[in-house]
């Protein structure tokens, strides 16, 4: 069988996922033949770890600045190139890779903004390439179990959705630390983090959103909340401060870990710093957002998110002409102040203090005059839920049986953040926005 050759453009915290995927896991069908990034110093220290015993000890491969990514393409001859940078940078390598011949597999979200979705969508209508849009959540067993449920039309007709996502005190600072804080280049967490979510919806409601309104607000972090609470927090970033040794929000980093050696020690490549004071200043995202959604199919949604909780999870509840499916999912209890369990991306926390059970979450369902039934799934092992090991099982060994259709590409990619961009410009305007006024398919 001839391998597939891959390359990774964006090496910060998310590509390890996929590095290690085309490297190690399936060296049988890929080959990880190049790495591109505006930091040379961190693709060096990924091509450290693959000769590492983890990594099967790899052969370094070869890497470009990202000025010279069209250079990449012409030596390398990837089939396909991964997209892990910031955000609002997906469209820009996503189009130029599908022009020069490439197939895409991009991190969520697929972009930021109607402009930037718009071209991928032309520029894939245009070359017929293969664009793939990687939602985890989708492969998760207790999400996908859901399906099933509501597809058998378990509860009857939907008719709402109540959903409420909670990040807790040490995930949901992170956003408030780093590159995603500024809403130009993440859309804030209506684009980049719920867009997860609201790709859960469609895809368990089997539609896609019409109408949008929201209203969103920046509540807790930032300068001026936590004056108005009393706290005065004046350093800028968490390294070297003293005054942030007592702050349970900074981030601390113990020398010689990973995030020291991906980010501390790399500083001088691109002077990204990713240890900033999340009770500083410019901060333009939001940590509480509310959104109503009107689907297709008449299903109404109300959904809530809030960055600063005590426990991490999710709430969901389908209301239905013969019944009701409810669904709590505590992927982290309490974190200890100082602890920051979230680095590498979302994951079942296994370590750290909790005061909840560890256990599989329930799905409930209850039909009208009937006792409450409970079903049951085989839990997955590894992150978001289970969800990851199965997508990279879809994304590098290909789609054979794909009977809930959990493979998503553009389209899916395209519906998720419309939700989310709608989102972001009703709570600008104070009106519901038209989804279809957004692109064009």
């Not at 896991?25 to 693959?50: F, G, H, I, S």
């Not at 900033?276 to 901060?283: K, R, S, T």
């Not at 560890?358 to 039909?367: A, F, G, R, S, T």
């Not at 090991?389 to 054979?400: A, E, M, P, S, W």
Request: glycine share 10%.
């Amino acid at each position: 069988m001839q391998k597939k050759r891959y390359a990774i453009v964006g090496t910060g915290s998310r590509s390890h996922m996929y590095i290690k995927a085309a490297a190690c896991t399936y060296k049988d069908c890929a080959e990880l033949v190049a790495m591109c990034d505006t930091n040379q110093l961190r693709m060096d220290y990924y091509n450290r770890e693959l000769q590492s015993d983890s990594h099967g000890n790899h052969a370094p491969v070869p890497t470009y600045d990202a000025a010279d990514f069209e250079k990449m393409i012409a030596e390398q001859k990837p089939d396909v190139v991964i997209l892990t940078m910031p955000d609002r940078l997906h469209h820009k390598y996503g189009c130029r890779a599908m022009e020069l011949g490439c197939d895409v597999i991009s991190e969520k979200p697929m972009t930021i903004d109607p402009a930037k979705c718009q071209a991928i969508i032309d520029t894939q209508k245009k070359t017929g390439k293969k664009y793939t849009v990687t939602f985890n959540y989708r492969y998760s067993p207790r999400n996908t179990k859901v399906k099933e449920l509501l597809a058998q039309g378990i509860i009857g007709k939907i008719t709402t959705v109540n959903f409420e996502w909670l990040l807790d005190t040490s995930h949901g600072a992170d956003y408030f630390r780093r590159w995603h804080r500024n809403k130009a280049n993440s859309g804030g967490l209506m684009v980049h983090k719920a867009t997860h979510h609201f790709d859960l919806v469609n895809w368990w409601l089997d539609s896609t959103p019409e109408t949008v309104f929201g209203m969103g607000d920046l509540k807790f972090y930032g300068k001026i909340n936590a004056e108005e609470r009393g706290l005065k927090s004046t350093y800028f970033r968490a390294k070297g401060s003293e005054e942030a040794k007592k702050d349970p929000f900074a981030l601390q980093i113990t020398p010689g870990d990973r995030l020291d050696q991906l980010y501390f020690e790399t500083e001088e490549g691109d002077g990204y710093i990713r240890d900033l004071n999340v009770f500083g200043d410019f901060i333009s995202i939001e940590d509480n957002m509310s959104v109503m959604v009107r689907y297709k199919n008449n299903v109404v949604m109300n959904y809530t998110l809030c960055a600063h909780c005590p426990w991490e999870g999710y709430r969901i509840v389908f209301n239905g002409t013969e019944g009701r499916l409810e669904f709590n999912v505590v992927e982290s209890g309490f974190t200890r102040p100082g602890e920051d369990m979230s680095v590498f991306g979302m994951r079942e926390y296994e370590e750290g203090g909790t005061d909840r059970k560890d256990m599989i979450p329930e799905i409930i369902v209850q039909k009208m005059w009937q006792k409450p039934e409970i079903f049951t799934y085989e839990a997955g092992s590894g992150g978001h839920g289970g969800g990851d090991n199965l997508l990279l099982d879809h994304l590098f060994l290909g789609v054979k049986d794909d009977p809930f259709g959990l493979a998503a590409d553009f389209h899916d990619g395209a519906q998720s953040i419309l939700t989310g961009i709608g989102a972001n410009i009703s709570f600008a305007t104070g009106q519901p926005v038209k989804v279809q006024d957004l692109i064009k398919f």
